[in-house]
């Protein structure tokens, strides 16, 4: 039987201090947005920012100084693996602040609100990053969604965003039906809602089923073939800042509960699973990668890379090990930066050109050198290209997959690369080889050139120096080396070297 | 001291590049300055390390050791052996010579310079590599920027220009050009050579995981790995096969050269010498890092496969470059047809034909260099790469025509350049083992031989067409000065050949040992390297 007890003790709140933070600071922004009269929208951008970066430090501060616990029996847990995603998520959100600024000036309503329900969302995912019981999954799954169907819809006037919202709507409801079927399957055949209780049960048909609609649920939010017929549509339709903020901060929330729920609550079930993410895994790199070869849009394009990514990144699962877990969080760093990157330049094109055709990126160099070139950086780092961060990710994870001798999957993912430098070359060629039809120079607001150069910065830093965030990658998943015992044997340097 | 200059020639163009991006665009001059300032430092430190190479210790040296993740085996290891030295010696001629012949370019030449010099840097890269990881990363980071450099300054050929009738337009825009493998414009030409280096390459990266996986060490470091990995059977046969053709289809041997020539053609003069100079010689030197240093008992058991398919390279490339009329395609072709002649030289697996196809592979580079820095001029003047719409340029260029003989005597390998000595070292090595392809491959010179005369006569003698009349020879120092640089190097070293052979059997020797049983790996000490 399951009771709750309620009775929190200060340091137990202080785990919770940076939601609870951000949740004073969203209710502040929406006071000072209702009742200063005439408010700049600029401003409250930059106080949500400052929130924003406020529980940023206090995160980064938690995993410096090691704070770890859990909460309401285990429903809410802060380990590494939850400060690793909430890290992501509170930067994802603050680059997200800083490209939406120019782009809400173009909104007729609602400017504050759109604040206010970035940071919800954020909050939302942040709860997500700790969810660690069936019960808490739910819960938090819906409310970060909840913020997106608004902020999806949130162009009005055009019949596109509207269309995006309603379908996102549809098929996440519809998910979250899943989900919660999945959920009640799962507590009718273990009894328990907590992930770290379910380790012995014995498998059964039930079980099997639960899960598969858990992963279904959450492979709609990550964006996984087949459960990715949303995301085109929804990815050109919403505002350009929340198509950024969807394609990394929901991705990176699902998968922190994926990785959860396969390497702790389904451990012992990992050789049934593991078929379940190669299937996915190569479905959806090989879709993504095929399709986005057809794109004319810029964000249909980078939805569908999208995909391709979300396939990499289930190599890691399917890798299962601690090193997979490593490998898809620093590889979840590397599409941080170099895909907000990218939604950034595309803002930046956008604001000026009005346009997301890929045609229109035409000698987009003799137009701004600094904006193709930040293009350029941002797309080779998605292609792999070293010494770019992405390549370090892919490497990370094929030595993962590598270990496991998942061979299937390591040469499908390989061949994919090829393809997909083809469609990345193709808006390069765009950008620098054609001539411009317009040749007016394109000029950049200083918030969005901020994000720009912030996505440079990690790109490249990723990619040349990458580790201390290996390393942090490394420390965080520390909880899963007793879960999951690696099959391959850890590295051992040879004397020589190790002397 | 040896291991700084080693990594100032890495570094100087790379520091160069970067420095470049905040130079103003508009100060032409300042570009060029600051692009030739840094390949200069490249160059003397690169004259440095062969110099100094001692080919008495052998093995490697100039090392340096710094741990890049140790969670994952990889370090920043450099170091260069005798093939290493001479290869990082001639990319450091071809990058200065490369910005001197760029000299003219008006177009973005900012962007030129920085994509010129990370392409030589990522180049000079693989070729002091002794981490794997790291060679593959330098080696996947030097196809890129040839994307954007045949993309941006390149030219289509004469075919796609002529396209102009309206079917031709639409053809040329569609998306179905890039599948249309007879019209080459620079854009399906640089598409090609990205998706086939990158497609090799990952096929070279799977070869390498495999060696990581399989390794009883996790590690990427070739040292380690050649002393203490063991690979046979199956396994070991799949990986060799990946690593060979991974790396081959850069080299490019025969079936897989197909993205060489139109590369060569549409590419800009700088970066056809880059290309054909030291790019295409990435394959033989990671074959011969990866595949000879760590699988030596496989490579023996496999080289054969080179030897046969060097016959191929070399009579389909030299017959294509015979009945060409594109000036670069001529010289493209050739080049791929002279790299049957590394392979030829590699396969035999014999001292004498292995430091002579090393040799080789820095006398081609000087020797096509050269050709390719001309050919360059002409289009320059002319407009035009159709050889029978040329003719009697003699008159006009009188130093470019006498440079042009020098150039063609040394793709030739007249005694006197250091093309003689390889030559003769390749046929004379491989004679006992493939007498066969050794008569293909002497044949092949004459091949060589009638080419280049024909194209010489097509583009100095005969008449001067009136429309050419405007045209010019290289006028001052900044012209001369990369041409002069590279007919030097060719015939110094045809002259004093000792210290380069020197180098080049220090390494090939113990390699060879192993290969044929004769010798264990020579562990080599690193007390002062390894942390």
């Avoid at chain 1, 998968?255 to 593991?274: D, G, H, N």
């Avoid at chain 2, 012949?101 to 962007?111: G, P």
């Avoid at chain 2, 690979?231 to 850069?250: E, H, K, Q, T, V």
Wanted: net charge neutral.
């Amino acid at each position: 039987m399951m009771t709750f007890d309620l009775t929190l003790t200060g340091s137990d709140l202080l785990l919770l201090a940076p939601e609870i933070f951000l949740t004073i600071w969203m209710c502040v922004v929406l006071i000072v947005d209702f009742s200063v009269k005439n408010i700049d929208h600029e401003n409250l951008a930059y106080l949500s920012i400052g929130g924003i970066l406020t529980t940023l430090v206090n995160v980064i501060w938690f995993d410096y100084i090691g704070v770890h616990g859990s909460l309401f029996k285990d429903m809410y847990v802060l380990d590494g693996v939850a400060i690793f995603f909430k890290i992501i998520i509170l930067i994802a959100t603050l680059l997200v602040l800083l490209i939406s600024i120019d782009y809400v000036k173009k909104f007729k309503y609602f400017k504050g609100e759109y604040y206010f329900l970035v940071m919800m969302s954020a909050l939302g995912m942040m709860f997500m990053a700790s969810a660690q019981d069936l019960l808490s999954v739910f819960v938090t799954l819906e409310f970060s969604t909840f913020g997106f169907y608004v902020l999806v819809a949130y162009l009005r006037e055009d019949a596109r965003s509207s269309e995006a919202g309603l379908k996102f709507f549809i098929l996440g409801v519809f998910a979250a039906g899943l989900l919660a079927y999945g959920i009640s399957l799962v507590y009718g055949e273990t009894g328990t809602l907590v992930f770290s209780e379910m380790t012995s049960t014995p498998g059964s048909y039930g079980l099997a089923i639960g899960f598969i609609l858990i992963f279904a649920a959450l492979g709609f939010k990550i964006g996984a073939v087949p459960f990715h017929s949303w995301i085109p549509d929804t990815y050109q339709g919403a505002p350009t800042p929340v198509t950024a903020f969807l394609s990394i901060a929901p991705k990176g929330a699902a998968l922190a509960i994926l990785i959860r729920m396969f390497f702790v609550a389904l451990a012992s079930f990992k050789p049934m699973w593991v078929l379940l993410f190669v299937v996915a895994s190569i479905a959806s790199m090989t879709y993504g990668n095929i399709v986005a070869i057809a794109q004319t849009n810029i964000k249909r394009l980078l939805a569908y890379s999208g995909i391709a990514q979300i396939g990499n990144v289930m190599i890691g699962m399917a890798a299962g090990t601690k090193r997979g877990s490593d490998a898809i969080l620093f590889y979840l760093l590397t599409y941080l930066f170099a895909n907000l990157g990218a939604f950034a330049v595309v803002i930046g094109v956008s604001n000026f050109i009005k346009s997301d055709e890929i045609e229109d990126y035409n000698g987009l160099n003799r137009r701004s050198p600094f904006l193709a070139a930040a293009m350029l950086l941002f797309l080779l780092s998605l292609a792999g290209v070293p010494p770019l961060a992405g390549f370090i990710g892919k490497l990370y994870i094929f030595v993962a997959a590598m270990e496991q001798e998942l061979y299937t999957l390591l040469i499908v993912g390989l061949i994919n690369i090829v393809i997909s430098m083809y469609y990345y070359l193709i808006v390069v060629k765009k950008m620098y080889i054609n001539e411009p039809t317009d040749p007016t120079s394109i000029t950049v607001s200083a918030p969005l050139k901020t994000a720009v150069y912030i996505g440079i910065a990690g790109t490249l830093l990723l990619g040349i120096y990458p580790k201390p965030f290996i390393d942090w990658a490394v420390s965080a998943t520390l909880m899963f080396s007793n879960l999951v015992a690696p099959t391959a044997a850890a590295p051992v340097l040879s004397p020589l070297v190790g002397g | 001291m040896g291991s700084f200059a080693l990594l100032t020639v890495l570094f100087a163009p790379f520091v160069g590049a970067i420095a470049l991006i905040f130079v103003p665009t508009r100060q032409a001059l300042l570009v060029r300055m600051v692009a030739a300032a840094s390949a200069g430092i490249a160059l003397l430190a690169s004259l440095y390390v062969f110099m100094t190479y001692d080919p008495n210790v052998g093995g490697f040296q100039m090392m340096t050791h710094w741990w890049w993740s140790e969670e994952l085996g990889i370090a920043f290891y450099v170091g260069v052996d005798g093939i290493g030295a001479p290869l990082v010696f001639a990319s450091g001629i071809l990058l200065f010579a490369g910005i001197f012949i760029s000299w003219h370019i008006k177009d973005r030449i900012k962007e030129f310079y920085i994509f010129l010099l990370i392409l030589a840097a990522a180049t000079i890269g693989v070729f002091m590599s002794l981490d794997l990881f790291f060679l593959y990363f330098f080696y996947e980071m030097s196809v890129l920027p040839m994307y954007l450099l045949l993309g941006m300054w390149g030219s289509h050929t004469k075919g796609y220009l002529s396209m102009t009738d309206e079917a031709g337009l639409k053809m040329r825009d569609s998306v179905k050009f890039f599948l249309n493998f007879g019209s080459n414009s620079k854009e399906y030409a640089a598409m090609k050579l990205v998706l086939f280096l990158s497609a090799g390459a990952v096929m070279a990266l799977m070869g390498i995981l495999l060696i990581y996986h399989f390794s009883p060490v996790h590690t990427f470091d070739i040292l380690v790995l050649r002393e203490q990995a063991k690979f046979d059977g199956m396994l070991g046969n799949i990986i060799w096969l990946l690593i060979f053709f991974g790396f081959a289809s850069i080299a490019p041997i025969w079936p897989l050269h197909s993205w060489s020539p139109v590369g060569h053609a549409a590419a800009p003069a700088a970066t056809s010498m880059l290309h054909a100079g030291v790019l295409m010689k990435l394959g033989h030197f990671s074959i011969i890092r990866v595949a000879f240093e760590i699988m030596p008992e496989i490579t023996r058991e496999l080289m054969p496969i080179a030897a046969v398919l060097c016959v191929f390279s070399i009579v389909y490339g030299g017959f294509v470059s015979y009945y060409a009329k594109d000036t670069k395609y001529v010289i493209g072709y050739s080049s791929s047809s002279h790299m049957g002649y590394i392979f030829l030289g590699m396969a035999a697996l014999d001292y004498i034909s292995l430091t002579g196809a090393i040799i080789y592979m820095f006398a081609h580079a000087m020797a096509t260099g050269m050709l390719f820095a001309m050919v360059g001029w002409i289009y320059e003047q002319t407009h035009t790469r159709d050889i029978p719409s040329l003719g009697g340029l003699a008159k006009k260029m009188p130093f470019l025509a006498g440079a042009f003989v020098i150039g063609c005597m040394a793709s030739i390998g007249m005694p006197g350049t250091v093309n003689f000595i390889a030559e003769v070292m390749i046929i004379v090595g491989s004679w006992e083992k493939y007498p066969f392809q050794v008569i293909v491959a002497a044949l092949g010179i004459v091949l060589t031989l009638a080419y280049l005369f024909k194209m010489m006569r097509g583009l100095f003698y005969g008449k001067l067409s009136p429309e050419f009349e405007h045209v010019s020879d290289t006028r001052n120092w900044v012209d001369r000065l990369p041409l002069l640089i590279m007919i030097s190097t060719s015939i110094f070293f045809g002259i004093f050949p000792m210290h380069f052979y020197n180098v080049v059997r220090s390494t090939v020797e113990p390699m060879l040992d192993r290969i044929n049983q004769v010798a264990p790996v020579i562990v080599q000490s690193t007390t002062g390297i390894l942390p």
